[in-house]
């Protein structure tokens, strides 16, 4: 948020802690919600950009991708299998599978994607930058600026 907010975006946040939401609340709207076990907060809303980092609860996948607006990118980077080699998280509940992040963007335009092993600390991640069309004129070829 704090990147984002420094730049002049208007940014919204959840997190289901308190503290970090009342942390982050200098840097723009923050929702206190839980996404797991509660309801989706943005229903209907979409955003220039989603971005979510170290951060996988599966039933919420679909509702991320769905927030990015026409003409928005998603921005997603968390822990991928291999991880439980390394260090925590180690559940697979908690780590991507290999593919599965490209599969969850189904319908973006997939600008950039990475999967595999980084050093210091040391992780497995999956990451990618997606993009979902701006809706062209009828007629009209979409254009995908460079």
């Not at 943005?42 to 599966?58: I, P």
């Not at 080699?85 to 290999?98: A, H, I």
């Amino acid at each position: 948020m704090q990147w984002f907010a420094g730049r002049g975006h208007a940014v919204t946040g959840v997190d289901r802690s308190p503290e970090a939401a009342e942390a982050a609340r200098t840097h723009g709207t923050v929702l206190l919600a839980d996404i797991e076990a509660g309801p989706w907060p943005f229903e209907g809303r979409q955003f220039g950009a989603v971005v979510v980092t170290n951060y996988l609860w599966r039933p919420r996948l679909a509702d991320i991708v769905s927030a990015v607006a026409p003409g928005g990118v998603l921005l997603y980077e968390t822990f991928a299998a291999g991880n439980e080699s390394v260090g925590k998280p180690s559940r697979p509940d908690f780590l991507l599978q290999p593919g599965e992040l490209l599969a969850a963007a189904a319908g973006l335009r997939v600008v950039a994607y990475e999967d595999g092993f980084l050093a210091g600390p040391e992780r497995f991640v999956q990451r990618i930058a997606a993009l979902r069309p701006p809706a062209a004129p009828p007629g009209a070829p979409p254009r995908h600026s460079l």
